[in-house]
């Protein structure tokens, strides 16, 4: 009988190990060979982009799927179904986040977690969160079905409400209940999360630990244009940018638009303008990656014939620095209050969030390029101007991104798209980075 040398050598590093632990018994060869099925992700894929479709819509449409509407909760019964064909048992914790544990051959090890969301913005994409969803499914599906156990327990995520940051950061400690009264989706946090299995009255049994887990990962799209642009197939992320965001009231004079001359009006939108135009100059006059945006704009009375005595907006900043990103605040409040003045109007601006920058670990980092130099893929590091769960994963215990390109940098559009290959890719590197953190 001929014995293969590899499997003697692999059976005699057992041997000295004693009674071989499961892992072992899998020979690292067979670890580092293991790929998920491609064919079954993308489908997977497709069949979630169908809750929040555009009625009469196809794939290229994108979806609407936004936290605690309909289609949210019909997606996370399709994702939960597809969670239990990979022998998971779904759970949902008060925060509505729901979790997939597998268990390892060691249940005293820590577990390693890995997870996205499958949430949407309004006239979104089909990749964003849902690939590292999808993918984190198609993980414990492919070790299930090659018979591995690892010897860390594992666990997926799929957090909730990840376009407003809200389960993630209720289980990281960084919201509380105070915030439950808060509308998203024009639904009310209390009643959302109760709509989507969440209890409100028991948040804080939401919370985890920190370094209750040995790390976090997540799979995720770019959302830029970095990748793509440089063709390179792995991202790893170095960091996550720091977030604030503000809720701006801005009161004037409701007047009649015929009758009340421009030297008397106190024409809100019109401070609105400048504040608006400000925020482009304070954000753009250093260098750097810095972002500023206003995405919400409401007018009051909204009328084409009064003089608009109210004006509400949003003014979100980003980078990594959130040093700089407290003093372009502090700016813009400054600026504000010149035109105010200026245009005979009151203007508050509230800082309502702030999601801190998270490192990601340097080790986990270090992982995912040999996983993915392994899988024959070559990367880049890069920084991500999009927030992620991740970075709130990150103040409970080390935390790595893997980023696959965004064609074109589209993202929060029917338009972002990612090719299939680069999902397997990223699918294929996500599940080798877990295999190879496992063997620490
Ligand atoms: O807004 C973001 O950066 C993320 O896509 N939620
Ligand atoms: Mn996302
Ligand atoms: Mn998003």
Same mark, same amino acid.
């Given at each position: 009988m001929r014995v293969n040398r590899?499997?003697?050598?692999?059976?005699?590093?057992?041997?000295?190990?004693?009674?071989?632990?499961?892992?072992?018994?899998?020979?690292?060869e067979k670890q580092a060979g293991l790929r998920n099925d491609a064919v079954r992700l993308r489908r997977r894929l497709e069949e979630l982009s169908a809750y929040g479709r555009p009625a009469g819509g196809t794939f290229a449409d994108g979806v609407s799927r936004v936290a605690y509407s309909d289609a949210d909760v019909a997606g996370r019964n399709y994702a939960m179904n597809a969670m239990r064909e990979a022998e998971l048992k779904p759970r949902i914790d008060p925060a509505g986040n729901i979790f997939g544990p597998r268990a390892g051959a060691d249940a005293s090890l820590p577990r390693i977690l890995f997870g996205s969301h499958i949430d949407s913005v309004p006239n979104g994409g089909n990749f964003d969160g849902d690939v590292g969803s999808m993918s984190a499914i198609e993980v414990m599906q492919t070790l299930e079905e090659h018979h591995v156990t690892t010897k860390h327990p594992l666990e997926m995520v799929i957090w909730s409400n990840e376009e407003n940051l809200?389960?993630?950061?209720?289980?990281?400690?960084?919201?509380?209940?105070?915030?439950?009264?808060?509308?998203?989706?024009?639904?009310?946090?209390?009643?959302?999360?109760?709509?989507?299995?969440?209890?409100?009255?028991?948040?804080?049994?939401?919370?985890?630990?920190?370094?209750?887990f040995c790390c976090?990962?997540?799979?995720?799209?770019?959302?830029?244009?970095?990748?793509?642009?440089?063709?390179?197939?792995?991202?790893?992320?170095?960091?996550?940018?720091?977030? !604030? #965001?503000? %809720?701006?009231?801005?009161?004037?004079? @409701?007047?009649?638009? &015929?009758t009340t001359p421009m030297r008397e009006r106190r024409n809100a939108l019109l401070a609105a303008a400048k504040l608006i135009a400000a925020v482009q100059d304070v954000v753009t006059r250093e260098p750097g990656r810095q972002v500023g945006t206003v995405g919400q704009l409401q007018v009051f009375p909204n009328a084409h014939n009064v003089v608009p005595g109210l004006v509400k907006h949003s003014i979100e900043l980003r980078d990594l620095s959130a040093e700089k990103?407290?003093?372009?605040? !502090? #700016?813009? %409040?400054?600026?504000?209050?010149?035109? @105010?003045?200026?245009? &005979?109007?009151?203007?508050?601006?509230?800082?309502?969030?702030h999601h801190p920058a998270a490192m990601a670990d340097p080790e986990i980092q270090k992982t995912i390029e040999e996983a993915a130099a392994g899988l024959g893929l070559k990367t880049m590091r890069l920084p991500s101007g999009a927030g992620h769960d991740a970075q709130w994963m990150a103040r409970l215990a080390p935390m790595g991104m893997i980023f696959i390109p965004s064609i074109g940098g589209i993202s929060h559009s029917p338009k972002e798209l990612t090719a299939w290959r680069d999902?397997?890719?990223?699918?294929?590197?996500?599940?080798?980075?877990i295999l190879s953190l496992d063997r620490r």
């Open positions: 590899r499997e003697l050598l692999y059976g005699m590093a057992a041997a000295c190990v004693g009674p071989a632990v499961p892992t072992l018994s899998i020979a690292l809200v389960g993630s950061p209720l289980a990281a400690g960084g919201l509380d209940g105070s915030v439950l009264s808060r509308v998203y989706n024009g639904i009310r946090m209390e009643d959302g999360l109760r709509k989507i299995g969440g209890d409100p009255a028991r948040l804080a049994e939401a919370r985890i630990a920190p370094h209750s976090y990962l997540e799979l995720h799209i770019e959302q830029g244009g970095t990748l793509d642009q440089a063709k390179i197939p792995i991202g790893v992320v170095e960091g996550v940018v720091s977030i !604030d #965001e503000y %809720q701006v009231e801005i009161h004037g004079f @409701a007047n009649h638009a &015929g990103v407290a003093r372009m605040g !502090d #700016e813009i %409040q400054r600026r504000a209050q010149e035109i @105010a003045q200026e245009t &005979g109007t009151e203007i508050q601006i509230t800082k309502v969030d999902c397997a890719n990223g699918a294929n590197v996500l599940l080798q980075t």
